[in-house]
Every structure is written in C-alpha cells, then in structure tokens.
C-alpha cells in the first residue's frame, strides 16, 4: 500500500506552480467534485488504498487552497452544497477556516453566475426555432418555504414564502425523429378534441385485458412467496414460485435533460395565480405572447393546478385571441402526483374501515402520525409493511 506522502507530493509539486499570481493553474479537484459515490471495495487491500486515496484528494486541495485561494474547486463545490442545505455562517467560517470550503459571499457569486447562465440556457431551448415539432414540457408545483429564524426578535421573525417551481424538459431528439410531425401539431391537437365530442364510451375502455389481470396475479403470488419464504423454504426451488415480480415493460433509463426555472413568487392555486404564472414562464423563456400561444405546449401539473387552469380558460371564453383561448395548452396530471393522491386515497380508505391503524400501532407507528400526506415514501412504506404483516398472519 502507498504511504500518504507518495499521493501527497505530486499534488503539492502542483500547488507551487499555483502560488504565482502571474501564472495561474487550475489543478483538477478531487473525485467529489464530479458528485458523491459509493463503491464496495473487493478486497481489504483495495479498500485501504481507496481510503489513502481519498483522504489525499481531499488534503491536496486544502494545502493548494492555502496557498492560492483561486485554486478553489472542492471549496467552491462544497461551499455551494453547504448553502444549499441551510448550514450557518458559522458552519461556513469554520470550514473556510480549514481550508474546506470558501466564503459565504463566494458562494452567493457562483450561485449568481450560475443563474445567469442558467437562464440564457433556458431562452435558447424555448426558442421555436430550436423547436420545430413540439415545445419543451413544462412541469410546475406549488412549494412552501418556511425561512426559520433561531434568535427572535423585533422584524427578525420567522416566515412561509409560497411560490410556484418547476422546469422544463426537453424532449429526446431519437424519439422526436420516430413521431410523425402532421400529427403533433397544434392543428392536429385542435382536431383530436373535436372529434372527442362524438367518441363513445364503453365499460370496457376501463376494464383490464386478460394479460393484464395474468400480470397481476403473477405480481401477488410473488409478493406471498415472498413471505413465504420468511416462515420455510421451498421443498424444490426450480418450482417454486419466484419471489419477485415478473418484468414489466421497461421505460427508458436514460437521465432526462431538465432545466430548472426560476422560483416564482406567484401561487397556482387560483386562477389569477395560474395566469401569473403563465406571465412568469413567457419572461423566463423570452417568449413573446404569439410565440407562447400559438404552439402546441404540453405541460405538467397536479389536479389543483389543472382545476385552476380550466377554470381560467372558461373565464376567457370565448375569445378570438389566443392569449385568452389558451387552447394551445395540453395539462396532464404528472405521474407521481397520480400515484400519490391513489395511493393516499387507498391507505385512507383502510386506515379506519378495515383497521389498518391497529396494525400500524402493533408495528409501532403512532396512529396519529401514520397518514403523512406530505411523505410518500413513508406513506407506501407502511403501505408494504401493512400487506407483508397480514399475509404473514393467514400464513402463519
């Protein structure tokens, strides 16, 4: 194994290069300015040398910091991380202290550079020339912030600023070559609702196919595997039923490209605040009035804010403008607000008809901190929790 010092003097050889003003070298921060990963390493041998590496990464950039404050990119990093998540002046003064971070000020410079950038980024990629076929998706949401003060005192109170986020997601450029371009067009969209007026509903739109309820029968009888195979195990594993699930069709992993917009100080939980909203997005995406509405713009929202929005259209109506019609406007629920609200809808539908807070309660959930509305992780855990637990009991 390498001693310290043999990862050491390479870096600090480098450091004095840095230390004329004159002739200024950036040296490439450590592994974690690139992002936070975790391996397991193979061998005992191979975790000690990832250990010394790391830990020489990390003390590099903290001599070339004292020596040349410009040569700051783990500080910068972690300065930004460390705003980020809320820490005090203080927390950041002693990490500047030691060589670990930079300024607050700093911080809020790069932060500021980065908005710049950021928003010229966006104006480009909402250009409708850059976007022949069809808009970037935009995706908003209501968000509370509660701005906490630790010492009290006259004007120095504790607030809630309410807003509305959200982002813009551009879409993959290999599926935009396989649609058909008649068929996404504004016109296109115009007609489909249209022809919805005469469509017919049957019972059986609703209902699942045969390979659907196959599917789902295949998923529970996984899911009482395994249990199952906590009380005893299969006589004959290659017959058994397999503990996990069968595959589904898999959507594509590829990390989308997202682009945040600005946090707006105006509420989309009335129709006043959704046209706010809409006069926010045009600026941000330097769009003009006729540029905005007379493309097709699919959008992201949940159930109140796509209340809101038609309300706002049938205020406007009718209307020759398209600023009012707001017919150009496709809102869809968002996926994990639709699995949210079903999923909540559920647990509280069993939480007090069938009992499951005595369940909880025996698991040692308080029950009045069960439902949390505002976790969904939490919420679905006891949910899998509650089905394990009694499938275990008619089991047992």
């Given at each position: 194994?390498?001693?310290?010092?043999?990862?050491?003097?390479?870096?600090?050889?480098?450091?004095?290069?840095?230390?004329?003003?004159?002739?200024?070298?950036?040296?490439?921060?450590?592994?974690?300015?690139?992002?936070?990963?975790?391996?397991?390493?193979?061998?005992?041998?191979?975790?000690?040398?990832?250990?010394?590496?790391?830990?020489?990464?990390?003390?590099?950039?903290?001599?070339?910091?004292?020596?040349?404050?410009?040569?700051?990119?783990?500080?910068?990093?972690?300065?930004?991380?460390?705003?980020?998540c809320g820490a005090s002046e203080r927390v950041h003064e002693y990490m500047n202290y030691i060589g670990l971070s930079s300024l607050h000020s700093t911080a809020l410079s790069a932060l500021k550079t980065l908005a710049v950038e950021s928003a010229e980024t966006l104006k480009s990629l909402m250009?409708?020339?850059?976007?022949?076929?069809?808009?970037?998706?935009?995706?908003?949401?209501?968000?509370?912030?509660?701005?906490?003060?630790?010492?009290?005192?006259?004007?120095?109170?504790?607030?809630?600023?309410?807003?509305?986020?959200?982002?813009?997601?551009?879409?993959?450029?290999?599926?935009?070559?396989?649609?058909?371009?008649?068929?996404?067009?504004?016109?296109?969209?115009?007609?489909?609702?249209?022809?919805?007026?005469?469509?017919?509903?049957?019972?059986?739109?609703?209902?699942?196919?045969?390979?659907?309820?196959?599917?789902?029968?295949?998923?529970?009888?996984?899911?009482?595997?395994?249990?199952?195979?906590?009380?005893?195990?299969?006589?004959?594993?290659?017959?058994?039923?397999?503990?996990?699930?069968?595959?589904?069709?898999?959507?594509?992993?590829?990390?989308?490209?997202?682009?945040?917009?600005?946090?707006?100080?105006?509420?989309?939980?009335?129709?006043?605040?959704?046209?706010?909203?809409?006069?926010?997005?045009?600026?941000?995406?330097?769009?003009?009035?006729?540029?905005?509405?007379?493309?097709f713009q699919p959008m992201d929202g949940d159930l109140g804010t796509v209340k809101n929005f038609n309300c706002l259209r049938a205020q406007q109506a009718p209307s020759k403008y398209p600023e009012n019609r707001l017919d150009n406007m496709l809102f869809q629920l968002g996926a994990s607000h639709?699995?949210?609200?079903?999923?909540?809808?559920?647990?509280?539908?069993?939480?007090?008809?069938?009992?499951?807070?005595?369940?909880?309660?025996?698991?040692?959930?308080?029950?009045?901190?069960?439902?949390?509305?505002?976790?969904?992780?939490?919420?679905?855990?006891?949910?899998?929790?509650?089905?394990?637990?009694?499938?275990?009991?008619?089991?047992?």
């Amino acid at each position: 194994m390498k001693s310290m010092l043999d990862w050491i003097q390479p870096c600090v050889s480098q450091t004095e290069a840095v230390a004329k003003p004159k002739d200024i070298i950036i040296t490439i921060g450590p592994k974690e300015v690139a992002g936070i990963g975790y391996t397991t390493p193979g061998t005992s041998q191979e975790g000690g040398n990832e250990r010394a590496h790391r830990m020489a990464t990390t003390i590099c950039p903290m001599v070339a910091f004292g020596k040349n404050q410009r040569n700051n990119s783990l500080q910068l990093h972690n300065t930004v991380r460390l705003f980020a998540c809320g820490a005090s002046e203080r927390v950041h003064e002693y990490m500047n202290y030691i060589g670990l971070s930079s300024l607050h000020s700093t911080a809020l410079s790069a932060l500021k550079t980065l908005a710049v950038e950021s928003a010229e980024t966006l104006k480009s990629l909402m250009k409708v020339k850059n976007n022949p076929l069809i808009a970037p998706s935009i995706c908003i949401n209501n968000i509370d912030i509660e701005q906490h003060v630790h010492q009290v005192s006259v004007g120095n109170l504790s607030n809630i600023v309410r807003g509305t986020w959200g982002y813009i997601h551009v879409p993959n450029q290999r599926l935009l070559k396989t649609l058909n371009a008649s068929e996404i067009s504004l016109g296109a969209y115009q007609r489909s609702l249209e022809s919805i007026k005469g469509m017919g509903i049957n019972p059986s739109m609703f209902l699942p196919t045969i390979q659907e309820e196959q599917s789902e029968i295949n998923v529970i009888k996984s899911q009482i595997s395994r249990v199952l195979s906590s009380l005893a195990d299969p006589k004959g594993k290659v017959s058994a039923y397999p503990t996990k699930p069968c595959e589904i069709e898999l959507i594509s992993h590829e990390p989308p490209e997202l682009h945040m917009l600005k946090l707006m100080d105006a509420l989309d939980n009335s129709a006043k605040g959704v046209g706010q909203v809409f006069e926010s997005i045009m600026k941000q995406a330097g769009l003009s009035v006729e540029g905005f509405f007379g493309r097709f713009q699919p959008m992201d929202g949940d159930l109140g804010t796509v209340k809101n929005f038609n309300c706002l259209r049938a205020q406007q109506a009718p209307s020759k403008y398209p600023e009012n019609r707001l017919d150009n406007m496709l809102f869809q629920l968002g996926a994990s607000h639709t699995l949210w609200n079903v999923g909540s809808s559920i647990f509280t539908l069993h939480f007090t008809n069938c009992g499951a807070w005595q369940h909880l309660e025996a698991l040692g959930f308080p029950a009045e901190k069960a439902i949390q509305k505002k976790d969904f992780t939490l919420m679905i855990n006891q949910m899998e929790r509650l089905f394990e637990d009694n499938v275990y009991h008619f089991l047992r």
